[in-house]
């Protein structure tokens, strides 16, 4: 009688943890839908601004002698700044050099 009962309860046990993998399972699946069903919900609120492409009434051509100046002035504050410390750091090591 016991032993029935033990079996038994085992077996409801057994049922009740294959269930709760079940509904754990299902409850993932669900939460993974929910979640893909808002972006596209997003998405189609994206879509729904009819947002098109103008054509250009004028012709747009490049600044070429804005671009050439622009880079000439960085080149040469690049190269100069450069310099400066080459010369900084070899003006350090000839002082150290005649304290000798």
Same mark, same amino acid.
């Given at each position: ?7 038994? !309860? ?8 294959? !269930? ?13 839908? !929910? ?7 997003? !998405? ?33 504050? *690049?190269?100069?700044? *450069? ?12 002082? *150290?050099?005649?304290?000798?």
């Amino acid at each position: 009688m016991a032993r029935s009962k033990h079996t038994a !309860l085992g077996t409801h046990e057994f049922k009740l943890a294959s !269930l709760k993998r079940k509904a754990l399972a299902t409850q993932k699946l669900y939460d993974v839908f !929910l979640s893909r069903l808002q972006q596209a919900e997003i !998405l189609q609120d994206l879509d729904a601004g009819d947002d098109f492409a103008q054509i250009p009434d004028k012709h747009i051509k490049p600044r070429v002698l804005l671009g050439m100046t622009f880079s000439l002035i960085l080149s040469s504050i *690049f190269s100069l700044g *450069f310099w400066l410390i080459i010369h900084l750091i070899a003006d350090k090591k000839s002082r *150290f050099t005649t304290l000798l």
